[in-house]
Structure formats: C-alpha cells, structure tokens
C-alpha cells in the first residue's frame, strides 16, 4: 500500500506540474483564432501521430533486441518492446527518466542477461542517444541562433550539454578503469553503511562481492561493443537515428492535422534543444520544463494562437500516451509491479 501511495504521490506531482504549465500556456496564446482552429483541426493527421509514436516503441525494442543478441543473449522482438514500453510509465514520473533505465536492467535480468551485461546494454542505448543529440546540438544551435537571440537559451542548453558530456566522460570511465570505479563505489558503500551503524554487516561484504561481479561484466561487454560486438553497436546506431526520425517526426504531422505548414528541419531542431533541456533532473517527468520550453522553441516556427495547441498535442503523446501505454504495460506483469513495489519502499 505504501509502494502505491509513493506512485500516486509522483504521478500527481507529475500532472499537477504538467496541468500548470498547459493552462499558463494556452492564457498566454489563446485567442478567437485558436477556437477556430480547433474547429479544423484534421484528425487523420493526429491518429498518425499516434501512430508514429507507437512505432518508435517497436524502433526501440529492436534496438534493444539487436544490441542483447549481440552480446549473446536471445531477446525477443515482442519480449523487448515490452520492456521499453513498461520502463516509459516509470521515466515518466521520475526526474529526467530515472527511473526507466534500472527497469529495464531488472526486465532483462528476468530474461537471463545478467545484471552487468543488462547494464551495458541500457547505458550503450543512452550513450548513442546521447552522442546523437550531443552532435545535432551545434547546429540546432547555430539554425535558432540565425532566428533569436537568446542568452538565457545558450546558457541553458550549454549546461544540458555540459550534464551530457560529464554522463558520457563517467561512463567511458568507468568502461576502461574499472578498478577505479569499484574503489569509489566500496567508499561511498562503506560511508553508507558506517553512517547507519551497519559497518560490520557481514551482508554488506555479499553486496561488494556482487558489484564485483557487476562491474566486470560491464566492463566486458562494453568492450565486447567496440571490439568483436561493433555490428551490433552498428545496427543499435541505425536504430537510434531511426527512433529519434520517427519521435521527432510527430510534431510536423501534428501541424499538418492543425493546417499549418510542417517546418520539418527547424520543427526538428527545436527538438532536439528541447531533449537537453530534458536531460536536466528537475520534475517528475520533466513537467513543466517540457510545456514551457517546448512553447519556447515552438513559437519560433509556430504562429502565437497555435503555440498551445501544438505543446498540449506534443505532451500527449510524449507524456500522457507513455503513462497510459506505459502503465497497461507494467501492471499487466506481476513480475513488473513486484519491482516498482520495491523501488517506491
């Protein structure tokens, strides 16, 4: 019970936090016009929205089967579709996604991928979202720099970019000297275990044994990646830049459903921008940080009445359509509702 009263209280923050920034949005854009957009709107173009959505589901889930089976381990289609979408309910109400990517190490240890092998795979999707955004950046930068000018933006997206850079720095880090890592784990571990009086447990010395374990069989199959796995490191790029075509494609469908000419490259710019602002651990779900920056970036390209309708169209998708997906998802397996049991204790 108290696992569900944690979940609620997230999700309401969430929506709460969301709802706020939709209504402050649509008083400062709404207007005559806006009514009669509504009006026009052609829903055919949104139920392709819908559709581009669900299909970056099964883009991801095959990333994530690729990657797995070359390390491997056989994971099927369905099985990893499954996975991605479960892990989009609990990304979705903790700050910046947080909580999807331990999910879905949980979801593929249950498939028999070891933990630090399952880790691998989870952060090697991360590193190739990242490297891809890190590299669109400059010249999303360079395209909204031509139409505004913004200090409060370069600062901004420099400190996602900045976020970014230290994820990856940690990470590469962590691949070639693992030594290095374990070290700083058994401190913090012991600090821990020191300031709640548990120093001697002999449980505590099961626990670095296992990180052992962990750690090396991280640092293998990340090697394993740029060595003889580099096909599947190949395919899991091709994967990326297909998933992120397809999520960023959905704001120039949502548009074309309210007549408004699509604006794909800066449409797809903003985006991007857009996706470091969200790598900043701020809300639940990014809430807020979403709505605001979105009509920020959105309003370069999109006339003011329309702003709102495309933001709360957008945030549908992105936030509303992974909690329901997402949720349906999770709760359907006992197995799923078991760990989110113990991650909200």
Excluded at 94 to 112: C, K, Y
Excluded at 227 to 249: D, P, Q
Excluded at 295 to 313: D, E, K, N, R
Excluded at 333 to 340: G, N, P, R, T, V
Aim: charged residues 15%.
């Amino acid at each position: 019970m108290i696992y569900v009263n944690k979940l609620r209280k997230w999700l309401s923050v969430s929506f709460l936090i969301s709802a706020i920034s939709i209504v402050l949005v649509m008083f400062y854009t709404i207007d005559p016009q806006t009514l009669e957009l509504i009006h026009d709107i052609r829903p055919e173009f949104l139920l392709a929205a819908v559709f581009l959505h669900l299909s970056s589901y099964v883009v991801w889930g095959l990333r994530t089967k690729t990657m797995c089976n070359s390390l491997g381990f056989r994971v099927g289609l369905s099985r990893s579709i499954e996975i991605v979408t479960s892990s989009t309910f609990l990304a979705s109400v903790t700050p910046s996604s947080i909580g999807g990517e331990p999910l879905r190490v949980h979801l593929l240890n249950q498939d028999n991928v070891p933990v630090g092998k399952a880790t691998a795979v989870v952060l090697g999707e991360r590193l190739l979202d990242g490297i891809l955004i890190m590299m669109s950046a400059p010249l999303a930068l360079h395209m909204f720099r031509r139409i505004i000018s913004s200090s409060g933006l370069d600062i901004v997206i420099m400190a996602g970019e900045l976020f970014l850079v230290l994820v990856f720095v940690m990470v590469i880090y962590a691949v070639w000297h693992p030594r290095h890592t374990k070290k700083a784990l058994y401190f913090i571990l012991h600090r821990i275990a020191g300031s709640m009086g548990k120093g001697n447990d002999p449980r505590l010395d099961r626990v670095l044994e296992k990180i052992d374990l962990i750690i090396e069989d991280f640092h293998d199959s990340m090697a394993f990646f740029v060595t003889k796995g580099r096909k599947g490191l190949l395919f899991g790029s091709v994967y990326t830049i297909l998933f992120w075509l397809v999520e960023f494609a959905m704001v120039p469908v949502i548009l074309m459903g309210l007549n408004q000419p699509p604006s794909i490259i800066i449409s797809f710019a903003a985006q991007v921008l857009l996706m470091i602002l969200l790598v900043i651990p701020v809300t639940p779900g990014s809430s807020g940080v979403a709505e605001l920056g979105a009509t920020f970036l959105f309003s370069v390209f999109v006339p003011a009445y329309m702003v709102g309708m495309v933001v709360i169209a957008w945030r549908v998708f992105t936030l509303y359509m992974n909690l329901i997906v997402g949720g349906f998802v999770s709760f359907k397996i006992l197995k799923d509702a078991d760990y989110i049991r113990n991650l909200m204790k």
